[in-house]
C-alpha cells in the first residue's frame, strides 16, 4: 500500500517490471532513469484473452505446491477471469496503456502469488462459503480478489496507489457469484473508508504491506516514500481489524522481501518483513496469536520457481527471496 517504489519489486519479469517503474515515475513524482530496448518501446497492447491463457498455464504447476482443497479451486479460478480490452489513461498528464497484462499482473505478477497466504489461511480453517468477506489491505491489484469474487465471496481491497483507482474504473460492484468493492485512501484514517468497509469479514489479509520496515523501520530510510504512515497509533490498527473480523476470523500478514542491506549500507525497509505488531499488542487487541513471524524461505522460494521468477534474467531465489508470515485469530466473544 503506498505510492512508493519500493513496494514495487520485480517479480514478474523485467518487460512488466520496466513499464510499471515508468508509471510509478509518473504518478508518484519520482525521477527515475529507465532506458528501454527497442522492443520495449514498442511493445504492443495484450490481445484480450492471452494473459488470462497464460496464468491459466501456471495452474497445473501451483495446484500440487498447496495443501487445502479450497485453495486449489481458487487457484482453478484464474482461467476464468474476464477477457480486457485494452484502453489509455492519464494520470498527471501522463497516458498509459492498461491491457490485460497490467489489468492482472499490477504489481507481482501472477495473481497465483497468493496461493502461499490463502493455503496458510485454509491451514487455520479459513475454507469459506457463498457470502463470506475477505478484506485485502493493500491489494495492489485485481485478479485474486475477483478469483474469490468468482467463488461466491464478498471481497473488498484498499490502496493508496493513484494507478488503482484510474484503471479500475467502474470495477467495483457485483462480479460473477459475488462481489468487489475497490477502496482508494488511507485506512483506517479515514472514516468514510471504515464505513465503507463495514465488517463480518472472515479474513483480513495483507501481502507485502504491514512490513515491519515500513510501519517501524529500524533505520532512517533513504526517503519518506519508503515508509508506510498508517495515519492512525499501531493500536488503533489493530482495534479496527478485529472490530472488523468475525469471532474465530482470521488476520493474516505474508511479505516476500529481498535480501537485507548490511548494516554499512543504506537501509531497504521492504527487506524487513516481520509483522510489525508485537505479540502483546496483538493479545491486547482480542487476537489469540497462532503463528508469529515464521520464516518461510524454502516456500516461497518454491512457489517464485514454480511462477518463474528465477528464469533466465530473473531472480536468484536463494540469495534474492525472503518471506515471513504471521496469523492470528480474533477470540471468540
Same mark, same amino acid.
Given at each position: /500500500?503506498?505510492? +512508493? ?7 514478474? $519479469?523485467?518487460? +512488466? ?10 504518478? #508518484?513524482?519520482? #525521477? ?72 492482472? #499482473? ?17 491451514? @487455520? ?21 475477483? /478469483? ?21 474504473? +467502474?470495477?467495483? $460492484?457485483?462480479?460473477?457469484? $459475488? ?46 516514500? @519508503? ?77 517464485? @520457481? ?8 530473473? /531472480? ?18
Amino acid at each position: /500500500m503506498g505510492t +512508493n517504489l519500493a513496494k514495487y519489486q520485480p517479480l514478474f $519479469g523485467l518487460r +512488466n517490471w520496466l513499464r510499471l517503474i515508468t508509471i510509478l515515475a509518473a504518478t #508518484s513524482g519520482l #525521477s527515475i532513469t529507465v532506458r528501454y530496448s527497442d522492443a520495449q518501446e514498442t511493445q504492443a497492447a495484450a490481445t484480450p484473452g492471452s494473459v488470462i491463457a497464460e496464468l491459466a498455464k501456471e495452474i497445473e504447476n501451483v495446484q500440487p505446491f498447496v495443501a487445502g482443497a479450497w485453495t486449489k479451486k481458487w487457484i482453478s479460478e484464474v482461467a476464468q477471469l474476464d477477457k480486457v480490452q485494452p484502453k489509455k489513461i492519464k494520470i498527471k498528464e501522463r497516458e498509459i496503456l492498461v491491457d490485460e497484462s497490467l489489468f492482472y #499482473s499490477g504489481r507481482y505478477g501472477s495473481p497465483l502469488t497468493y496461493a502461499r497466504a490463502f493455503d496458510l489461511a485454509e491451514k @487455520h480453517g479459513f475454507a469459506p462459503d457463498t457470502g463470506a468477506k475477505v478484506f485485502d489491505f493493500g491489494y495492489g491489484s485485481i485478479g485474486h480478489l475477483r /478469483m474469490l469474487a468468482q467463488m461466491g465471496l464478498d471481497v473488498t481491497g484498499v490502496d493508496v496507489d493513484p494507478l488503482l483507482p484510474n484503471m479500475y474504473t +467502474n470495477s467495483s $460492484g457485483p462480479y460473477k457469484k $459475488g462481489r468487489v468493492q475497490l477502496l482508494d485512501g488511507k485506512f483506517p484514517a479515514e472514516e468514510a473508508l471504515v464505513q465503507s468497509a463495514g465488517s463480518g469479514y472472515d479474513l483480513f489479509l495483507s501481502k507485502n504491506t504491514l512490513k515491519r520496515g515500513y510501519i517501524h523501520p529500524a533505520r532512517e530510510p533513504a526517503s519518506p516514500r @519508503h515508509v508506510i504512515d498508517l495515519g492512525v497509533t499501531d493500536e488503533k490498527f489493530l482495534e479496527q481489524v478485529a472490530s472488523m473480523l468475525k469471532p474465530g476470523g482470521l488476520f493474516v500478514i505474508y511479505n516476500f522481501c529481498p535480501a537485507r542491506a548490511p548494516d554499512d549500507k543504506p537501509y531497504i525497509p521492504w527487506a524487513d518483513g516481520e509483522c510489525p505488531f508485537s505479540k502483546e499488542q496483538l493479545a491486547t487487541a482480542g487476537f489469540e496469536v497462532l503463528e508469529y513471524d515464521v520464516v518461510d524461505d524454502k516456500p516461497a522460494r518454491e512457489l517464485g @520457481h514454480l511462477l518463474g521468477w528465477d528464469a533466465p534474467g530473473g /531472480m536468484n531465489l536463494e540469495t534474492d527471496l525472503f518471506a515471513w508470515y504471521t496469523i492470528v485469530k480474533k477470540k471468540s466473544q
